[in-house]
Nanobody, 124 residues
Framework: QVQLVESGGGLVQAGGSLRLSCSAS????????MGWFRQAPGKEHEFVAA????????HYADSVKGRFTISRDNAKNTVYLQMNSLKTEDTAVYYC?????????????????WGQGTQVTVSS
């Protein structure tokens, strides 16, 4: 069992930056691929970014490519999402998720463990 806890969300002006963290307990994340998803009010969960267990492979949604960076520190059992040049449309609850497989995935149902989410609000 893996417990995931997100942190780092908050209110930021458009153009600003935030760094989200996802800390794990219960098991090492070193054998899990990780992903970030988000859900805006009234919308479905949306894939944001994913990273392989080693960190060698990453994948981003087109909407965040060039602005967001996913990374991980397996020694600290933590995954990060650096978000730059934030836009109002990035406002959502952001969730991290763990996938017991080495490869990245954009598919929500392939992730077995989820955090509770952290709110990101971008004001104009």
């Amino acid at each position: 069992q893996v417990q995931l806890v997100e942190s780092g969300g908050g209110l930021v002006q458009a153009g600003g930056s935030l760094r989200l963290s996802c800390s794990a307990s219960g098991r090492t994340l070193a054998t899990y691929a990780m992903g970030w998803f988000r859900q805006a009010p009234g919308k479905e969960h949306e894939f944001v970014a994913a990273i392989s267990w080693s960190g060698a492979t990453t994948h981003y949604a087109d909407s965040v490519k060039g602005r967001f960076t996913i990374s991980r520190d397996n020694a600290k059992n933590t995954v990060y999402l650096q978000m730059n040049s934030l836009k109002t449309e990035d406002t959502a609850v952001y969730y991290c998720a763990a996938r017991p497989n080495v490869g990245v995935s954009t598919i929500r149902d392939t992730y077995a463990y989820w955090g509770q989410g952290t709110q990101v609000t971008v004001s104009s």
